[in-house]
């Protein structure tokens, strides 16, 4: 160790970090080439190498770029052009012999936003607890996954595969063991998890994975062609590579912006958009890095050998039509699902099995049931037998009312301090939950196994979390609200 900070050798190079208590953190480490000029829409390339030590004590470049607003997670965007780096945090004094397992985390932000750049991701509690965190980027938006004529699909998924690949090589230096790898991410970070199972390329990479709240990404490859030429159409430039690379970053992230708007006339043509075709920005189903939808992939038993973790909020997007509580009481909650695409028999179902009440939480939760909690229910379907343990995060913040989207977070992290956290889950969130949660993850990590029993098609069980004190912590048939929608 270096008086001035923690000095490792990497194969690119040495990197000196610092250290924060009981952790070596070292933050911004490139693991390929910034994608600006030829490279934009290119393919990672690995870092070039450097001479000296490198200094990674500051986070890198973002993917992200300017202010996002209030945001549940605060993900700050950093400026710059080498946006493709890893922030790690390591136990002191880990030596390269320590063979500690790796726990590789993915952000979210619905593929067109999301920082590594963000105190909540900090791994101090891991390196306490004997695991070494990498917190990734990737390219976001139509630079990241955008079908262009001329340029390699996916972007953004290869960038994830790289910055696994440098792992796989690299973190041994760090204390960490390549071959003890879980890869996990939140969000579209969970649907990422989900699509590196469901790839040949990332096969190896990971030995372990957990997605939680997952939003599958999967654009079908005529989807985002027709996406494409709406961009091109916009900008008024042909829907290639060189087409495209005419258009300055800033240029291209508000026709993104402006293609993503709904054009039929209806109010709620957005909503149903979304419900029925999933995100229009995500990993593309090329034929080439990503043969098949994820879930058909795990279905024929894609990484059935790499045991998962995965789970959701009990209200994801309920918060969202908290707001319209009073006028939402006027409108008849089965007419409001049939108009989003529920038919008679399945809403009927779906009603009768839902455990909230009123029509905002109904509406709200039945956005969160689509888009995220039925993708639980349908992968842990898909997986069959394979090691799959289900989740479910129930504990409601004081300050917003709801199991909310990204509330689970910084209880993952036992990092319940972090700016931002009070926001979302009050003065006071409970410890124990953060630690029963962090544990599990431990355990997990270490281990391959969370602690609590499989999911069966018969039992159905799954671990809840933040439940009342009376309600048993393994709970069967836990996600069968939800069933009808599957």
């Known amino acids: 160790m270096d008086a001035r900070g923690p000095v490792v050798a990497t194969t690119r190079g040495r990197v000196r970090g610092f250290a924060r208590g009981g952790t070596a953190v070292f933050l911004g480490i490139p693991f390929a080439q910034a994608p600006v ?201 042909p829907a290639d590579r060189d087409g495209f690379a005419r258009l300055p970053e800033e240029h291209l992230l508000e026709l993104q912006q402006r293609a993503q708007m709904p054009t039929g006339r209806p109010r709620l043509s957005g909503l149903t958009t979304l419900l029925d075709d999933g995100l229009p920005i995500g990993p593309v189903v090329d034929g080439d890095l990503l043969l098949r939808a994820p879930l058909d992939a795990l279905a024929d038993g894609a990484a059935a050998d790499v045991p998962l973790v995965i789970g959701a909020t009990d209200d994801e997007f309920t918060m969202l039509t908290a707001r319209w509580r009073k006028p939402l009481r006027l409108v008849p909650v089965p007419l409001a699902l049939a108009v989003l695409g529920l038919g008679r028999s399945r809403r009927r179902a779906y009603l009768a099995r839902s455990r909230r009440r009123g029509s905002a939480a109904l509406l709200g939760g039945y956005v969160s049931d689509r888009v995220i909690r039925s993708v639980v229910l349908r992968t842990a379907r898909a997986r069959g037998t394979a090691p799959t343990w289900v989740y479910r995060f129930a504990w409601r913040s004081p300050s917003i009312g709801f199991a909310c989207h990204c509330l689970d977070v910084p209880f993952w992290f036992d990092h319940l301090d972090a700016d931002g956290v009070a926001a979302i889950a009050g003065d006071v969130p409970p410890a124990d939950l953060a630690a029963a949660m962090h544990e599990a993850a431990i355990r997990f990590a270490h281990d391959g196994d969370p602690g609590w029993p499989t999911w069966d098609a018969r039992a159905r069980r799954a671990r809840v979390f933040g439940a009342p004190a009376s309600t048993p912590p393994v709970e069967p048939d836990a996600y069968s609200d939800v069933a009808p929608l599957v």
């Open 37 to 237: 000029g030829a490279l934009r829409f290119a393919a990672p390339q690995p870092a070039a190498p450097w001479e000296g030590v490198r200094d990674a004590t500051e986070y890198g470049a973002t993917a992200q770029r300017g202010d996002t607003g209030i945001t549940l997670i605060p993900e700050p965007s950093v400026p710059g052009d080498a946006t493709l780096n890893v922030n790690i945090f390591a136990p002191a004094g880990a030596t390269s012999d320590a063979a500690l397992p790796v726990l590789v985390w993915i952000h979210g932000g619905g593929f067109t936003s999301g920082s590594p750049a963000s105190r909540w991701y900090d791994g101090d509690a891991f390196a306490r607890d004997g695991v070494v965190t990498v917190v990734v980027s990737y390219r976001l938006g139509f630079d990241g996954f955008g079908a262009i004529d001329g340029a390699p699909s996916n972007r953004g998924l290869r960038d994830q595969i790289a910055a696994l690949e440098w792992v796989r090589d690299e973190i041994a230096a760090f204390g960490g063991d390549p071959a003890r790898v879980t890869i996990v991410g939140q969000s579209a970070g969970g649907g990422s998890v989900l699509t590196l199972l469901a790839c040949p390329a990332a096969s190896g990479l990971f030995r372990g994975a957990m997605a939680v709240s997952p939003a599958i990404g999967a654009v079908a490859a005529p989807a985002a062609r027709r996406f494409a030429e709406r961009i091109a159409a916009l900008a008024g430039v």
